[in-house]
């Protein structure tokens, strides 16, 4: 008797925390859907006036997020291609020499700095970027995407390599390879599918990330390729429409693109582990 | 290429770590120095005052901190009756089956969410209902910021507590089983005790990231800086002060911001490598 | 002058995994050229830690020591550089391991690969070839060469070890268990296969299993508690082992 109580206690709660995620897809999908439009993806924000304007008239608002969009890519491409190769080769280390004191110091290190809040990332890049270069830029901005994806792809080329059986390492340099081509010719393809779905884990979870950008891209309402002038993100736009009175309609359009982007991601990389593993 | 450059090279990727936490470090001590000095670092820690009109400027950090630790502390309160019954749901009683499998994607996918759309989830849906419900005037304040930290926070909490329910050897469970126990006694006298280290490590590290949250809590604190006198009022926390205030903030008050943040950082530091260090243990026992 | 000295030569070799622990006590033996010598021993014995001695697999973990001597073609190899020593001496593992990221042919050629070493086309495919066809392996994969190692029956992934290992024309191949993981049909096909590669290689093979000593090696070590108690003729030590400790290994009293 009371062990029913407990069980159906169990599944009710258990069924409360799935809501939100549904409440949030459905809000942002119900009130995004008829915001999206071709036009929303290749046109930049409407300055405050045009929006004001369309208000009154009684039309939509015009205009959409490109300039977010193109820079949330350039600076997550830079960001990427930084911590990629450089979190790998980290993540090598750690796996390869997992009793040095050294690389338990790393390791410790790599966790305090995937924990650390992203708006103290946001000061550092402040401090260390925006200063010296006397302003905003979209190198600011993916320079804090950097420092957050870094220990991100070090823990799972940690882990993947670690797990992968110690015969294969071994089979490889019984044939008289050295360590750097037993590492890259073996033990990082058969680690392929975990380091991926890593850096995809990754991507995921810095692309959302609005509080770093606020002090170091700043963001800017036209489209730029100019990696040293501020720069626009997704994620920036939707702050800015939330505070801007005359752009709240865009709010949803914008944050169901951030959303079904991040969710996208995220399954797709489950999905991958998943195929992956088997 | 021989060994000695492979090795070295990997060495040159590992170093980047500490040289990017020393680096943190350093600059937000540097940066962070001219508030100390100006206010004395036990009274800028103590000071609940936080005015920047010109030739008046007075910055304490008292009200943010207590911001932080109470939405955190609720968030906790909060997140616990669901992240358990989630946890014991997946490592538990449907252990390895297909709602199991469905209910962690559903929590994989909350912890995905980015923190600005809680937010505005938050605003939009969650602020109406407490102002309906006459909790609160204006629907914003720390209880509004705690119950959605709560919802992001749960994931982190559930499935690492799963993991360590889900390690709880058979033959233990078996052996309280055959001495009559039912599930419910099974799971008081058994898996908790086992695992109990573990699920706490994992409320641990939920809380280090509550404690860091910026977004959410700054759309829906209020952002007032006096001290907080109940869990209805408004506030800010240390991550919110800053978001809201570091754009416009220059001399002192910049400061005074990146000292917030030096604290913040250490808090956020130590109750993290507090909880990765016992949940390493756990894993071992 | 090369054929007069024995291919390898055991010197009071010794391996330590702590500075208390003797994993293999001062064993001294001299292997034949074009031989199959087995290596027997309960487990522990460490008969799998000398052979790991002779490609240096050692050198891998640091708080493993080696000492004394272990010469090929007269040379010391814990002088020389790993690297060398392991294109000289092949090994294979308990259980196949194909790389699993490569193909087939990849596989045959992976030790060149890994040693940077680029064949031509027509060097290639002879090489890939003449290993597979050593192992009686080509009439079975030489449809597929280019599919993934991983898609073969264990006892066909574990010639393919063989023939990766053959690629490079070793001096000696070593063998750690190679059969324990197969069934016994895939076993009967390794051992009539190493029959053949004696001929062109010299094979030292760790084995749980007497039978398979009996019929396939020459000459046989009996290792207990790290020490090299008896080492000779299989079909002498069979017959009439000289040691107590070996007479009661062969008769099942031990192990």
Redesign the interface.
Known sequence: MKDKLMLWLICILSALTAVPLFAILGEVLLRGYDQLSWSFFTEPTPTAYRAMKAIQAGEPIPGGIANGIVGTMIMLGMAVVFAVPIGILCGAYLAENPKRRFAKVVSYLTDMLQGTPSVIIGIITYIWVVVPMKGYSAIAGSVALFIMMLPLIIRSTEETIKILPASLKEAGLALGGNRARVMLRVQLPAAFGGIFTGVLLAISRVIGETAPLMFTALGCSFVRFAVDKPISAVPLLIWEFFNDPNLQELIWGASLFLLLFVLTLNITAKYLAKKWNQ | MNDKIYKIILFAAALVIPIVCGGVVYALVTDAYEAFDHFGFISFLTSSEWSYTDGDEHYGALPFITGTLMTTFLALLFCIPFSLPVALFVGEYFKGTKVAAVLSTVTDLLAGIPSIIYGLWGFYTLRPIIMELDISPQGSGILTASLVLAIMIVPYAASLSAEFIKMVPNDLKEGAYSLGATRAEVIRRVVFPVAGSGIFSSFVLAVGRALGETMTVTMLIGNTNTMPDSITSTGNSMASIIANQFGEASDLRLSSLIAIGLILFLITAVINLVGKMMIKRARIS | MESIKPILEFNKTCVSYTKQTMAVKYVSATIDRNTITAIMGPSGCGKSTLLRAV?L?HN?YPNIRVDGEILLNGENILSME???V??RV??V???P?P????SISENVL??Y????INLPKNERDATIERCLKSVALWDEVKDVLNKKGTFLSGGQQQRL?IA??LA?KPDVLLMDEPTSALDPIATKHIEELLQELQKEVTILIVTHNMGQAMRISSKSMFMYLGELVEYGDTAMMFSNPADERTKAYLTGKMG
Not at chain 3, 99 to 102: A, D, E, H, L, N
Not at chain 3, 113 to 116: R, S
């Open positions: 490609n697999m891998l790993p690297i060398d392991r294109r092949g090994m593992f308990q259980r391991a790389f699993p990221t490569m992976a030790g690969t890994l040693n940077g070890c990766r290992a490079m």
